[in-house]
């Protein structure tokens, strides 16, 4: 048979069409073609099933790695994982997991588990300092790996993590891990000043009053009373620009007025409640992603058992390394709610020197929880007992007469 160009073809060959040169000249079908819409699709949509094979690794990375930075909590990074296989291998490459936002690191006390264990673990290692950070503070505080918990926050120390800077100087200056004698106020100060330099301001607010009473540091009332100004302005910065967003969010004048009622007053450490009004207008944003894994976790644990109630391997040696505890109350959180914090051995938190109810893991802790609370619950009940002992009830109650008003 003779075509048009004049050239001949085998009438046999036309009629093999399942031989091996057949199958190598029949064009491939994709999924487009397979679907019902294909037959009115245009004929330049036919490889449209194949594009993103073609698409480089490289590029898809970088989206991932975008979806990881902008993620608002871990379940959008697992869902970009469990789209398909190949996001499933490039999401767990190091640029990706580098990425990921501090939204997207923030694993919940309550589905703590070994596979979150590791994607902390697998972010720490490609260098994510807020992972680090947060995997630090969980084996420090929550599963009793002192050594290795301590190693990640001063990783992420070194990277310029100012929230790893502060926690590494509140361990220092209490002896965390350790013994009474194995603090280091100077230490201690040193980070201070290098977290409060990254505008830390729980930092600044420590460091402002070791000035103040000389403690680490050389003695300076009047630099001590400067900073703790600059961390209160701060801080009110901070709670004007949360009421701002509260009110664009919820808009009308009701609104308004609460939030004028909340900031009367100007400064926390003289007077004011700025802090609360932060937290209330921000919700859990006013506190880090650590503080309130710890908060959660020692909340649904015993602090004395909360090491040993960690999963699989990650708490195989915490009941060792956990001070013990006796009849007299054991180890103690932090009296300051956000804050979190435990103590690693007995009596290693400041008491109120007044009441000796509440316990603080740092001065910032104890001004802010003063200022918040304490200020109108402080009362000196040892010093009623004692007068209560001595004289009887009518001493108790020229003691309880005398005693100031909160």
């Known amino acids: 048979m003779r075509t048009r160009r004049g050239s001949c073809y085998s009438c046999h060959a036309a009629a093999g069409g399942d031989g091996p040169e057949a199958h190598r000249r029949k ?117 009793g790996s002192r050594g290795s918990g301590a190693a990640l926050m001063a990783a992420a120390a070194v990277g310029g993590h100012r929230d790893a800077l502060y926690s590494l100087a509140v361990i220092q200056f209490n002896g965390s891990g350790g013994s009474k004698d194995d603090r280091d106020l100077r230490a201690g100060a040193a980070l201070c000043a290098r977290a409060a330099s990254l505008g830390h301001v729980d930092a600044l607010r420590e460091l402002g009053h070791c000035l103040q009473d000389g403690y680490g540091v050389r003695r300076s009332v009047l630099d001590g009373r400067r900073l703790l100004i600059q961390a209160n302005a701060r801080e009110l910065a901070a709670a004007v620009t949360a009421s701002a967003s509260l009110l664009i969010r919820a808009g009308g004048k009701a609104s308004s007025a609460t939030a004028r009622r909340r900031h009367a007053c100007l400064l926390s450490d003289f007077g004011c409640r700025a802090a609360v009004a932060a937290a209330s207008a921000t919700g859990e944003a006013a506190t880090h992603a650590a503080n309130r894994f710890l908060v959660d976790w020692f909340a649904a644990r015993p602090l004395g058992a909360g090491a040993a109630a960690g999963v699989g391997a990650a708490g195989a040696t915490a009941a060792s390394e956990v001070g013990e505890e006796d009849g007299s109350g054991g180890l103690r959180l932090c009296s300051q709610a956000l804050c979190g914090r435990p103590e690693t051995r007995r009596h290693e938190f400041r008491r109120c020197s007044v009441c000796g109810v509440v316990n603080y893991c740092s001065r910032a802790c104890q001004a802010l929880h003063w200022k918040m609370a304490h200020k109108a619950e402080c009362t000196p009940m040892d010093r009623w007992l004692d007068a209560a002992a001595v004289g009887g009830p009518n001493a108790a109650a020229v003691a309880m007469d005398a005693a100031p008003a909160p």
């Open 27 to 143: 064009r491939r079908r994709t999924v487009a073609e397979a679907s019902p819409d294909a037959a009115g699709a245009p004929a330049g949509c036919a490889g449209l099933g194949d594009m993103f094979e073609e698409l480089p690794d490289d590029l898809v990375v970088s989206i991932l790695a975008d979806v990881a930075a902008s993620a608002g909590s871990p379940a959008d990074l697992a869902g970009a994982m469990l789209t398909c296989k190949r996001f499933r291998e490039l999401g767990q490459s190091k640029v990706v997991l580098s990425k990921a936002s501090p939204r997207c690191l923030a694993v919940p006390a309550k589905a703590w588990s070994d596979d979150a264990h590791r994607f902390l673990q697998r972010c720490a290692d490609a260098g994510n300092l807020e992972a680090c950070y947060l995997l630090g503070m969980i084996r420090f505080y929550c599963l």
